[in-house]
Each structure stands twice: as structure tokens, then as C-alpha cells.
């Protein structure tokens, strides 16, 4: 079975990038305020008592999660379920049980495991904010275009919508 663990760091590192990239158009007013913004991304991406921080903070958000009470969220998914004539997975679960229990005995190590690879996923999220950078005016014409296409939609379900020739692409 093909490995997962590039695929999500890949991802992972994109959405990063992405929410550090997105105030970037308001920000930025030519191209030299954007270049000089995306620098001072990267050197903060790249900055280690920033990446200390930001994994000492993902680690604390994850031992938070780790010890939210799993069962009555459980327990309240199993009685939905009835309604559809599911059968109850989730009885047996006691009522502290918390994330944590139920992830297993190395849950509690992942807390650590994230504020100790923080730094590199960080360095890795300053490399990509350059390359997103270049990309940033195809990536703004993308959303320009998206944004178009969903008045036109909003338009033709509302039944406002005139001209069939306005769905197709403008080559």
C-alpha cells in the first residue's frame, strides 16, 4: 500500500503557505511591496525562535485536543445514527474517555513528536512562500476567474442568469 505521509505534508505545507500567501494582495500594492512582503515571510518562516514558538504552540494545541472527553461526542454520532438505523458503535465507551485514550498509547508522544519537527516544516513552508510568490499572479487570475464563474452560477440558479455563452471559457 502506497505511503500517505508525503501526500499530507505536501499538503499540509501548501495550506500553510496558502494562509500565509492569502492577505498578501491587500498588502502588497505593486509588485515591490508584494516581493518585499513575501521576503519578510520567508525570513520569519525561516527565523528559529519563530519556529521554536509556533511548535511549542502546535504541540500545546495538540495535548488540548488529546484530552478533549471523545464519548459524549461519540455517544450523541451513535443516537444519530439510530435515527437512520445504524446500529450503535460507541456504547462502550466510558464517559472520560478523551482523544487520547482513544488514539492509543503513542498519542501522547505526538504533542513532543510536532514541536520537534515544527522547525523543518516550517523552513519548508518559508521555501515554498518564494515559489508561491512567483506563482502569485496566475494563482489571482485563477481566483478572479473562479469568482466569475460563481456569480454566473449564483446568477442562473437565482434565474437571473441571460446568456447560456457566458458558462463556456473565454479563450
Do not use: C, N, W
Amino acid at each position: 500500500m502506497p505511503q500517505l505521509r508525503p501526500a499530507v505534508k505536501l499538503v499540509s505545507l501548501t495550506a500553510l503557505a496558502a494562509a500565509l500567501l492569502a492577505p498578501l494582495p491587500a498588502l502588497a500594492k505593486d509588485r515591490s511591496d508584494r516581493e518585499q512582503t513575501m521576503g519578510d515571510i520567508q525570513d520569519k518562516l525561516g527565523d528559529p525562535r519563530t519556529q521554536a514558538a509556533i511548535g511549542d504552540a502546535l504541540a500545546g494545541m495538540m495535548a488540548a485536543m488529546l484530552d478533549v472527553k471523545a464519548a459524549p461526542f461519540l455517544k450523541a454520532m451513535d443516537r444519530v445514527g439510530q435515527t437512520t438505523g445504524e446500529r450503535p458503535r460507541h456504547r462502550d465507551i466510558p464517559d472520560d474517555a478523551t482523544l487520547g485514550d482513544l488514539a492509543g498509547p503513542g498519542a501522547r508522544d505526538m504533542p513532543r513528536e510536532v514541536a520537534r519537527k515544527a522547525p523543518a516544516m516550517m523552513g519548508a513552508a518559508g521555501a515554498m512562500v518564494g515559489v508561491m510568490g512567483e506563482m502569485l499572479p496566475q494563482l489571482e487570475e485563477a481566483g478572479k476567474r473562479m469568482g466569475d464563474q460563481m456569480r454566473k452560477s449564483i446568477d442562473k440558479a437565482q434565474g437571473t442568469y441571460r446568456d447560456d455563452s457566458d458558462l463556456r471559457d473565454e479563450d
